[in-house]
């Protein structure tokens, strides 16, 4: 593996050079109950996409998992009898408490999001959906490039240190209540490195993992490449070229698959004179094109496709401004959730362009592999 080569793409692409502070040899917090000597040593790598509309995994065990980034502040007020049927699960972290899971949940929508005790809850829903209870994990996630980068290119280092300290607090899950309830253990972050979202899809195209080993794909590498995320709330430009980052032409759209989730919602409710809309109902008639209301299904699959057309118009725009014709670029690669929600709109933008492979899971990836490659780790991992 030629790491050195890997350092060097590292600092060349403005990336948050390796940060390790002298806490973060510390394991696991008191609070979240595991600070055991042997739970130190067995210590998870992720890449953790804690993205506005879902929030998603990669590990090295080669899982992927994705949870909506769904949940609300307050009790579920529901003891389930059994718990293999429980949907709702509550959190305990900074003193309050939050449900995630199967809930109408509060709009994740707002820029403190990522630092907020909502996130941190819906993040260890996650880490307990991967069956990583009572383990301490190292972890790298992102920001939106808007959010890490000033437009000069300069890094927001108040911002990023806010996020990579907030996901340290301790989060503890609650027990479910209930006759056969079992005290679920938390996970603990022991190590949280923040990179730019769109740039982690980068990472995860030019490093190569195969059975013989890791590779740098150097055909990529010498490329000058955009990537396109398209996600919930956000739409992320990253152009890299000479390996490193192109700031005129990265930034972030404030724009994604929630704000025609928001559209279709204020349509149905103005059509059939509702005053709410649950979320089950609206993410059925996302996916269906029909709405069942009073007892029968009703076709509001041309709301979905204007809604859908009026975001793609409005990505379309704002690809030209960042990238123009794309004529100097060698390859466009479109990742995040809606490059596959819009595949069949984002045909011929550029005779270059590509969407990834699993492209929800992109970013994750290359978070992972950032962690697993690039980024300077404390030692405590086996
Ligand atoms: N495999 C898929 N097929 C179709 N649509 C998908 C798929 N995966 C995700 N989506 C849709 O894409 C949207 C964006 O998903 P994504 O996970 O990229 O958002 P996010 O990363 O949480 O948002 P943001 O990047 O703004 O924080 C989702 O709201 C969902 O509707
Ligand atoms: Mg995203």
């Known amino acids: 593996m030629p790491d050195s080569q890997l350092k060097d793409t ?36 992720l890449g953790l996409d804690d993205g506005y509309a879902y929030t ?26 059994d718990s293999a049927q429980q949907q709702i699960f509550e959190y305990d972290t900074e003193g309050s408490r939050y449900a995630v899971g199967q809930i109408d949940g509060e709009s994740t929508c707002y820029d403190g999001y990522p630092i907020s005790g909502l996130h941190r809850a819906i993040v260890q829903h996650a880490f307990q959906q991967a069956k990583l209870a009572g383990h301490s994990v190292h972890v790298v996630s992102g920001l939106p490039v808007s959010a890490f980068y000033f437009k000069d290119g300069q ?15 301790g989060v503890r899950p609650v027990s479910a209540g209930g006759l056969y309830a079992t005290q679920r ?56 070229q000479d390996q490193g980052i192109v700031h005129r032409s990265s930034g972030s759209l404030t724009r994604g698959l929630l704000d025609v989730q928001a559209q279709v919602a204020r349509e149905i409710q103005k059509r059939f004179d509702l005053e709410t809309l649950g979320e089950q109902t609206l993410a059925a008639a996302m996916s269906s094109g029909s709405v069942r209301l009073h007892g029968r299904a009703h076709d509001v699959s041309e709301l979905v496709k ?77």
């Open 56 to 81: 998603k995994l990669a590990l090295a065990d080669g899982r992927l998992i994705a949870v909506p980034s769904r949940g609300r502040i307050g009790q579920a007020g529901i003891t389930w009898m």
């Open 185 to 240: 253990l938390p996970v603990a972050v022991a190590f949280h490195e923040v990179i730019p979202e769109a740039l982690a899809a980068w990472y995860d195209q030019v490093i190569r993992q195969r059975a013989d080993g890791v590779t740098l794909d150097a055909r990529l590498l010498a490329a000058s490449m955009a990537i396109v995320d398209i996600g919930g709330r956000t739409t992320d430009y990253v152009v890299v």
């Open 155 to 169: 890094k927001r280092e108040q911002a990023i240190s806010l996020k990579r300290d907030s996901l340290k607090i």
């Open 306 to 382: 204007a809604a859908q057309h009026e975001l793609v118009v409005q990505i379309h725009a704002e690809t030209r401004r960042q990238l123009g014709m794309g004529a100097e670029l060698d390859t466009v690669v479109f990742v995040g959730g809606g490059s596959a929600a819009l595949a069949e709109h984002l045909a011929d933008w550029f005779p270059q362009q590509r969407i990834a492979e699993h492209p929800g899971f992109a970013n994750a990836r290359g978070m992972l592999k950032y962690l697993q490659y690039v980024c300077e780790e404390p030692a405590s991992r086996n």
């Open 10 to 45: 590292c600092e060349a692409a403005c990336l948050p050079a390796p940060q390790v502070s002298a806490d973060d040899n510390s394991g696991p917090t008191q609070d979240a109950g595991i600070a055991r000597e042997d739970d130190r040593m067995a210590v998870i790598q």
